[in-house]
T-cell receptor, first 116, second 112 residues
Framework: DAGVTQSPTHLIKTRGQQVTLRCSPK?????VSWYQQALGQGPQFIFQ???????QRGNFPDRFSGHQFPNYSSELNVNALLLGDSALYLC???????????????FGPGTRLTVL | GDSVTQMEGPVTLSEEAFLTINCTYT??????LFWYVQYPGEGLQLLLK?????DKGSNKGFEATYRKETTSFHLEKGSVQVSDSAVYFC???????????FGPGTSLSVIP
């Protein structure tokens, strides 16, 4: 059973450029959440996608946008990159369920983005 | 708002020492509680979880008990190994359509 996969592993961009990161959820999962983890800090929630719609959003500007496809995979897009966008971007997948305890989020290995 | 607090690191222990990493939370309702581990240069791995009061999560020799009366979820291991060196994050989740709220992380170094 494949876990959460993300691509690419590493990425180097310059200020002002745009970037797209990709995520495939764990088999059987239908919900994808994205997090940004700056060096030495805990992950911060960017947004969550379910049924191809953004359902909840953290405190991130509109430069951060996303998409979920019918096969539940997801993309994170960041426009007009800033130096401060350099971070590890983590994707997490989960299953929508009303039953408590089945909503655990499983994380991928992350994409390390460096903005120069 | 909801939050997670955990002990400041870094923590340095000798191999086979006893480990405790303290974690307390603030949340309305009855969240699920988690410990995630991050090895150098990697993503987050789920270490263990507990979904209700007095539940004990355990995995790979690590244990944590959901204590609602003290709003705590302390991580323990009886005998650490060098391979346990990593950053440990305590976290909570309230519903399936919610975000995971993480503590700041505790860095653990185990020396031979």
């Amino acid at each position: 059973d494949a876990g959460v996969t993300q691509s690419p592993t590493h990425l180097i961009k310059t200020r002002g450029q745009q970037v797209t990161l990709r995520c495939s959820p764990k088999s059987g999962h239908d919900t994808v959440s994205w997090y940004q983890q700056a060096l030495g800090q805990g992950p911060q929630f960017i947004f969550q996608y379910y049924e191809e719609e953004e359902r909840q959003r953290g405190n991130f500007p509109d430069r951060f946008s996303g998409h979920q496809f019918p096969n539940y995979s997801s993309e994170l897009n960041v426009n007009a990159l800033l130096l401060g966008d350099s971070a590890l971007y983590l994707c997490a997948s989960s299953l929508q369920a009303s039953q408590k305890g089945t909503d655990t989020q499983y994380f991928g290995p992350g994409t390390r983005l460096t903005v120069l | 708002g909801d939050s997670v607090t955990q002990m400041e690191g870094p923590v340095t222990l000798s191999e086979e020492a006893f480990l405790t990493i303290n974690c307390t939370y603030t949340a309305t309702g009855y969240p699920s509680l988690f410990w995630y581990v991050q090895y150098p240069g990697e993503g987050l791995q789920l270490l263990l979880k507990a979904t209700k009061a007095d539940d004990k999560g355990s995995n790979k020799g690590f244990e944590a008990t959901y204590r609602k009366e003290t709003t705590s979820f302390h991580l323990e291991k009886g005998s650490v190994q060098v391979s346990d060196s990593a950053v440990y994050f305590c976290a909570l989740l309230k519903t399936s359509y919610d975000k995971v709220i993480f503590g700041p992380g505790t860095s653990l170094s185990v020396i031979p």
